[in-house]
């Protein structure tokens, strides 16, 4: 907590509670097993702070096995609680409630009031549940109140005046507020960590407001199910993460096809496959970007802040529908959940229901028709590449849908020129949207004096432990700046273009094991690789402010190695 803006958790842990060994359930012996293989204590302490306190289950830990552990405790003056977590939990209840006697050690030796968080429990458990819970919490905290010398630290809010309302809210509440906002009534989806989160919310709200949630059968028929609603008049969206988007690869090739509007949100986690479904990482970048059939074309964002989660939402909206085309809200699992204040001022933008370019029946009857009678839906020559569209139902609005390459009133077709006019004028769509976010210049964000020498570009979530690695750097004396980039299709190049000429060296900062937001930096402004280096991490944790002060002062600066596998530095190219 602070009373300036908190833009990262920070380096290492102020309080350590290890429960013991992971614990799943035996379905045949209705028991729990441990894997041996996961150590919350001894693998945890290389990042407990100066000071910190650890809590610990004697029930299932040896503290004295971990080798050098008294030692450390004495040299780190570290603060050690061993409390038979399992035994509270056993005589009121279940073993699994020693969670629940956990958070109520933590409690009482942070000094927190316990009926904060009891009244927390209420609202979440049924009555039936809640009772043993209480039990077991107050057991414990009455626990270490009597049997130890606990001096609490002072854990209240830090105090500070801002100059308007805060809102507190997480990346997911954002972006499915920015979805509402602009108007969206449809989503179709099926759950998948960490996406369920916006899903849910939707679903929470949308009916409410007149609009319906759809929970289908899997991702192929979510996002058809969101074209359709779309191309019937309703905006919609759908959503997943890494391995449900690799179902929506055929659904999107048609939304880019037949021009019909559509929103997508993609959160990202560290794959290949299920891969580790709780942890962030960056790595779906080019999935995203790339993924569906031909030439296909999409508007990418990938909101750094919850401020730009819900701007960058609507924004993909009024795109995806005045443009007719695929809108795609890219993050991970750390901006979805993490909370942050935002002013009361981002949502003062009055709320959108509009559906871009569509006609009347009145203007229908001056449209282009073919000599059936079927509107020339997907005319060839457009002022901007955009041939406004119709809904079904509407008189003169008639014409084909199809997944095919088709003439302008629908029909299929395989000409050479009518092929051509139609990739054009769909093509012309993206660079018009280009020049449009170029004019209103809201979403890349630079960070530290213009006139730096050295700069640090990252992308998405990582936007904000990169301005603060950027701060201490800074206060140690070096000359940096950072861009954050949350446009990623079309490509702002001439902005990082513009960085990377003002600048000696950049280091690209991203969660993937292959350095794929650099190397799309490279494929769109052609060059630059003599000047970028990567600093890598993909061990299904974000970035800490103090690893990319490591990584730019030991392996860019000094070319030594890393000292550990935490992070992998890549070198600029020729090195």
């Known amino acids: 907590m602070s009373a300036d803006p908190v833009k990262s958790r920070g380096d290492g842990y102020n309080f ?33 702070d100066e000071g910190g ?72 458990m049924p009555d039936k549940i809640l009772e043993p819970n209480l039990t077991v919490f107050d057991d414990a905290y009455e626990m270490v109140q009597e049997e130890y010398d606990v ?28 979805a509402i906002d602009e108007g969206c009534r449809f989503i179709a989806g099926y ?10 919310i939707m679903t929470q709200n949308l009916p409410e407001l007149g609009g319906i949630s759809e929970q289908v059968e ?33 659904p999107l090739g048609l939304a880019e096809i037949t021009e019909t509007p559509l929103v997508l949100v993609e959160a990202m986690r560290a794959g290949p496959s299920t891969g580790m479904p709780t942890k962030p990482e960056q790595s779906d970048l080019e999935h995203v970007l790339y993924t569906s059939q031909g030439d296909s074309h999409r508007i990418v964002f990938a909101p750094g802040t919850a401020a730009e989660a819900y701007y960058q939402t609507r924004k993909a909206f009024q795109i995806a529908y005045e443009y007719q085309i695929p809108s795609i809200v890219l993050y991970d699992q750390k901006l979805g959940g993490e909370l942050s204040n935002v002013p009361a001022s981002v949502f003062d933008e009055e709320p959108n229901a509009d559906l871009g370019s569509v006609l009347t029946e009145a203007e229908l009857e001056d449209a282009p028709h073919d000599d059936s009678g079927k509107y020339q839906r997907f005319q060839h020559d457009t002022e901007n590449g955009v041939s406004p569209r119709s809904l079904p139902g509407q008189k003169g609005g008639r014409y084909l849908a199809t997944g ?6 629908g029909h299929i077709s395989e000409s050479p020129e009518n092929r051509v006019a139609q990739m054009n004028r769909r093509m012309q769509k993206v660079d018009n949207i280009r020049a449009e976010l170029d004019a209103d210049g809201e979403f890349n964000t630079v960070h530290g004096d213009e006139d730096a020498d050295l700069g640090l ?28 980039v949350s446009e990623m299709m079309p490509f702002p190049k001439q902005e990082v273009a513009d960085f990377l000429d003002s600048v000696d060296e950049a280091l690209v900062v991203e969660m993937t094991a292959s350095a794929q937001f650099r190397g799309l930096i490279s494929k769109e402004l052609g060059g630059y690789g003599d000047q970028m280096s990567s600093l890598l991490k993909y061990n299904g944790n974000p970035f800490e402010p103090a690893d990319i002060v490591e990584g730019f002062e030991t392996a860019l600066l000094e070319g030594e190695e890393l000292p550990d596998n935490r992070t992998k530095f890549v070198p600029k190219v020729g090195e």
């Open 191 to 200: 759950p998948m960590t960490p996406w369920t989160e916006v899903f849910t």
């Open 404 to 409: 095919n390459e088709h003439m302008p009133a």
């Open 457 to 484: 570009i990252t992308f998405g979530s990582q936007q904000g432990t990169v301005e603060e690695a950027a701060d201490v750097l800074n206060e140690k004396g070096h000359s940096v700046k950072v861009l954050g």
């Open 16 to 48: 350590l509670l290890a429960l013991g060994d992971s614990f799943a359930r035996n379905p045949s012996e209705g028991a729990y097993y441990g894997n041996e293989e996961i150590k919350p204590l001894s693998e945890n302490l290389d990042e407990l």
């Open 218 to 250: 899997d991702e192929i028929a979510a996002a058809a199910l969101a074209i359709g609603a779309s191309h019937a008049g309703v905006k919609a969206m759908s959503g997943s993460s890494g391995g449900g988007f690799s179902l929506m690869s055929e």
């Open 53 to 124: 306190v650890i809590v610990y289950d004697s029930g299932l830990l040896d503290a004295s096995e971990i080798e050098d552990f008294d030692e450390r405790v004495e040299e780190n003056d570290w603060h050690v609680y061993d409390i038979d977590l399992r035994t509270i939990a056993r005589e009121h209840g279940r073993e699994v409630m020693r969670n629940t006697a956990g958070v109520a050690v933590t409690c009482a030796i942070a000094g927190i009031e316990p009926d904060v968080i009891k009244s927390l429990m209420a609202d979440a």
């Open 151 to 178: 001096e609490a630290p002072d854990v209240s809010a830090p105090t500070g005046e801002h100059d308007e309302e805060q809102v507190l809210l997480s990346g997911s509440d954002a972006i499915a507020y920015g």
